[in-house]
């Protein structure tokens, strides 16, 4: 079982599942202060068992020079997302997580608003973890498709 499912059996009995998620998400976002995540304006806006979701505004800082969404920002998102999702999944106090591989395919381009990437567990292994990411608009149009596999190492 994930650390988060036995966290989250254990917490919510006392606080209840609502409470627990705004302190999973508090902790996500907080922990996105000084880096990528921030300069981007990534947040945490929803968890579950199996899934954690991300959103990100869309406007001229992450643009191409034809005023659209940046391909390599929609990347940002989807890592960062996923990454996160699999350091909430595991027990962060033991391991450590990167990202090493992803790929991408991108399906419609977005000029402004937010866009939303959802990262969905599809192999949680030993070391490594198989993460889906549907990134969408406001409107859950699909606008990108990520696959992302990330690796726990052992702190030491």
């Given at each position: 079982?994930?650390?988060?499912?036995?966290?989250?059996?254990?917490?919510?009995?006392?606080?209840?599942?609502?409470?627990?998620?705004?302190?999973?998400?508090?902790?996500?976002?907080?922990?996105?202060?000084?880096?990528?995540?921030?300069?981007?304006?990534?947040?945490?806006?929803?968890?579950?068992?199996?899934?954690?979701?991300?959103?990100?505004?869309?406007?001229?800082?992450?643009?191409?020079?034809?005023?659209?969404?940046?391909?390599?920002?929609?990347?940002?998102?989807?890592?960062s997302v996923g990454s996160?999702?699999?350091?909430?999944?595991?027990?962060?106090?033991?391991?450590?997580?990167?990202?090493?591989?992803?790929?991408?395919?991108?399906?419609?381009?977005?000029?402004e608003g937010d866009v939303?990437?959802?990262?969905?567990?599809?192999?949680?292994?030993?070391?490594?973890?198989?993460?889906?990411?549907?990134?969408?608009?406001?409107?859950?149009?699909?606008?990108?498709?990520?696959?992302?596999?990330?690796?726990?190492?052992?702190?030491?």
């Amino acid at each position: 079982m994930a650390f988060i499912a036995i966290v989250m059996l254990n917490f919510t009995k006392n606080i209840g599942m609502d409470d627990f998620k705004e302190k999973i998400l508090k902790v996500c976002n907080e922990s996105s202060k000084d880096t990528l995540m921030e300069t981007l304006q990534i947040e945490y806006v929803d968890v579950g068992e199996d899934f954690l979701v991300g959103k990100m505004p869309v406007n001229s800082k992450v643009h191409q020079p034809d005023g659209v969404l940046h391909g390599g920002a929609m990347v940002a998102l989807a890592e960062s997302v996923g990454s996160m999702a699999s350091y909430i999944f595991l027990d962060a106090q033991k391991f450590f997580v990167r990202g090493i591989e992803i790929s991408a395919n991108h399906i419609k381009s977005v000029r402004e608003g937010d866009v939303f990437a959802k990262a969905l567990i599809l192999h949680k292994g030993r070391t490594t973890q198989l993460w889906d990411i549907k990134i969408t608009d406001a409107d859950e149009q699909l606008i990108s498709v990520c696959k992302l596999t990330t690796i726990s190492l052992p702190k030491k």
